[in-house]
């Protein structure tokens, strides 16, 4: 039975329609996933359901006593409230008392004693106590320091605080608005263990497919205005969808051949006119306007400049050790990035990823070891380019700097075609990036990096607000890109996807290079030092030394490029057997002498032989 209904509902923000005579069921102890491109309208469903907005057209149900929470995307508090403050604000003047009381009494005997009593007989009067209880409960589950202000707390703690104070209350209905933004994988896996747990109902959107994958029952895909319910998981899901959409390109095909054909009739010169059937054009004006009203899937496309090709080693770290407030965070690290390389950087936030990339870059110098870099780099640094981000600027000024034209792969591209590809309209390029949502915000920010003649890529947090179909078109873009790639990332499947290495953060100053994804790292039994509590490490011996991981990679290089070259190999000696073999049934052959035979049979053995070794070389390497 359902706990949430809307119906027929229909939301427009100016003449973008976002949701089109929208329905949608929500039963209790639902799982639903909200997928969609970016400014497909999910935040504004969520918002809907919540009641924070309300629809144009159409209802909203919901059940009598039902309580919601939303976890917002960004804490909303002012930055001097503490972490306490945050999470009991929930419960309004309960929550409001409770911080005041929290706060005096951490305070001791600096406190006012009159107002702590004062506020205890308030507390008790109201029961406040269970609800403190409450927020203890959570604060303790969170691992949250009650007393540290916002202003202190990293982007991952902050997302921590905004979980806590959403879930604090047990509302029946969650909803979680992209709940794995800035944080590392830890808490990922640490927040899909609560969502798994949680016993109410979940509405959430994310872009993070492991998670989706996980957690989802349901999956809710928002589309052109359309909302359509899938009772599947979200890999089944893309099956049926990407069925879908193929029934659809080709239905629509027919209509416009069907009406390209009206066209062209009701074209024809004066006779055609005279004698034409009138409910002939009656129907052909409603294909007209059946054909004015659809919304066309959008079309995502990436292209980079890779510029000139650098020198084959492109960066070198011997021996690079780095402490910061006292605390190791990289210790004896060595490292070889050679042209081509897609190194991907894995750790829990605060842990020096950035660091070490600002030592990479050399914007920072280690403490110890030194770093050499390669010939002929043209780089594109994602990290800058966000910081450039001028909200008041045109999309289409930020990305061209006010021309008309910019050169990709040497070709003059017009900036409105250019943003086109990355799904920005015409309206939308003249547009200021205030405008823009978050996840359009970074597929502009992309926009720009990739205008950019660059042979090393560096992109720190890429994905975060990215909608699925982008994450996919730019795990291609980067697989076949033909430049060097530096990628910090805490998405499980993009990290899978995209890089030929891990350089993982395991804790206490140890860091290390791992060939392959994060399956790879998992499977060789990686895990994070704090997720062992911080047993003894490993022994030394682990970490391969600096020549063995050159010589690892070196030969991983010589297998792919042997790789490449099988196919060739055989296709010539397949060629040289199939030549033998028409040689041998030539009546001519056997005019030969018998030492001229037994030569041809003889090297026709040697290729066959040859040709099943590199058989067995192509399965081995495959």
Known sequence: MPIITLQKLTLSFGTDTVLDNADLSIEKGERLCLTGYNGSGKSSLIRLVNGQIQPDEGNVWRDTGLTLSILEQEVTAPEDSTVYDVVASGFSAVGELLAEYHDLAARAAGGDIKRIGYLQEKIDSVDGWAIGHMVDTILDRMKLPADKKLSELSGGWLKRVSIAASLVMEPDVWLLD???????????????????????????????????????????????????????????????????????????????????????WIRE????????????????????????????????????????????????????????????????????IQRGDRVGMLGPNGCGKTTLLNIILELNKPDEGYVHTGTKLQLAYFDQVRDQLNENQSVADYVSEGQDFITINDKNVHIVSYLNNFMFDADQSRSPIRKLSGGEKNRLLLAKLFSLPANLLVLDEPTNDLDVESLELLEELLIDYQGTVLLVSHDRAFMDNVVSSLVVFEGDGRVIEYVGGYNDWLSSGGIFLSEKGKKQAANSDVQSSYEARKQEKNAQRKKEKELEALPVRIELVEGQVEQLHQKMSDSSFFELSDHEQQAVYSELSGKEGELAMLYQRWEELE
């Open 269 to 336: 010169g004066i006779k055609a006119r005279r004698t034409r059937n009138e409910g002939r054009v009656r129907a052909l004006q409603k294909l007209r306007a059946e054909r004015q009203q659809r919304r066309s899937l959008g079309k995502l496309k990436m292209e980079v400049d890779a510029g000139i090709a650098s020198g084959k080693i492109v960066k070198e770290l011997c021996g690079v050790s780095k402490s910061y407030d006292g605390e190791l965070l990289v210790d004896n690290f060595d490292l070889i």
């Open 178 to 264: 992209e709940p794995t933004n800035h944080l590392d994988i830890p808490t990922i896996e640490w927040l899909e263990s609560i969502l798994l747990d949680y016993e109410g109902t979940i509405v959430f959107v994310s872009h993070d497919r492991r998670l989706m994958q996980s957690v989802a029952t349901s999956i809710i895909d928002i589309d052109r205005g359309r909302v359509t319910r899938w009772d599947c998981d979200y890999t089944t899901f893309l099956g049926r969808r990407e069925h879908e959409r193929s029934v659809e390109a080709s239905k629509n095909k027919l209509f416009d051949d069907k009406l390209k054909k009206e066209e062209s």
